[in-house]
């Protein structure tokens, strides 16, 4: 089946820093990938979509500049949480869309942010 | 009023009970319906996906869809406490221009051994 791989799974970083997390199609190709930020004991949030060899097309309220989004490949797409503060702290989880087939979209094991 | 109401739960059954699940959705334009299963500080993993009104089996684990009530439900026979996870329903439109699941608030779901 398909698998998305997320690296890394867990960080930990001082305020002001960057952060970049990598989402990885490993046995497929994916044109789209999105992003999700999730809090605790909450349901998933769209924060992106990010389009292979495009910009990235954000939800109402995402900045844009503080979470930069990259799909330089149609198996890679990066999220670079920058000048990260506290309040950024969460859970990230990409996913991607086979393009071969119209099934579910397969999620990253998740990304667990905390700056300090 | 959100586009997909789920209740949170949480909701705990005995081991071997038949466990039931339900979403509500508002918007007509909806025609995919998954149903995940996310444990804690895990991604959310794929249970089913259906595209059309009525039943589909897979093992343990049915989905159910109603379009006409808009309601969407997810039944586990002989619950087991590995089963015992978060429980997201997320649906799509089939505008494939416009990629993007809304997914229900999750319903956190514990067997009892």
């Known amino acids: 089946g398909a698998v998305v791989s997320q690296h890394p799974s867990w960080v930990i970083c001082k305020s002001g820093t960057s952060v970049k997390i990598e989402c990885r199609s490993l046995?497929?190709?994916?044109?789209?990938m999105f992003w999700y930020r999730q809090f605790p004991k909450q349901s998933l949030m769209l924060m992106a979509t990010s389009n292979e060899g495009s910009k990235a097309t954000y939800e109402q309220g995402v900045e844009k500049d503080k979470f930069l989004i990259n799909h330089a490949s149609l198996t890679l797409s990066t999220l670079t949480v920058t000048s990260a503060h506290p309040e950024d702290s969460s859970f990230y989880i990409c996913?991607?869309?086979?393009?071969?087939?119209?099934?579910?979209?397969?999620f990253g094991s998740g990304t667990r942010l905390t700056v300090v | 009023q959100k586009e997909v109401e789920q209740d949170p739960g949480p909701l705990s059954v005995p081991e071997g009970a038949i466990v039931s699940l339900n979403c509500t959705y508002s918007?007509?334009?909806?025609?995919?319906f998954m149903w995940y299963r996310q444990y804690s500080r895990k991604g959310p993993e794929l249970l089913m996906y259906?595209?059309?009104?009525g039943n589909k089996e897979d093992g343990r684990f049915t989905a159910q869809v109603d379009k006409s009530s808009k309601y969407i439900s997810l039944f586990i026979r002989d619950s087991q406490p590995s089963d015992s996870a978060t429980y997201l329903c997320?649906?799509?439109?089939?505008?494939?221009?416009?990629?993007?699941?809304?997914f229900g608030t999750g319903t956190r779901l514990t067997i009892i051994p």
């Open positions: 046995d497929f190709q994916a044109t789209t």
């Open positions: 996913s991607a869309r086979d393009n071969q087939g119209a099934r579910g979209y397969t």
């Open positions: 259906t595209y059309s009104s």
């Open positions: 918007n007509s334009a909806f025609q995919y």
């Open positions: 997320a649906m799509k439109t089939p505008n494939f221009g416009n990629e993007k699941l809304t």
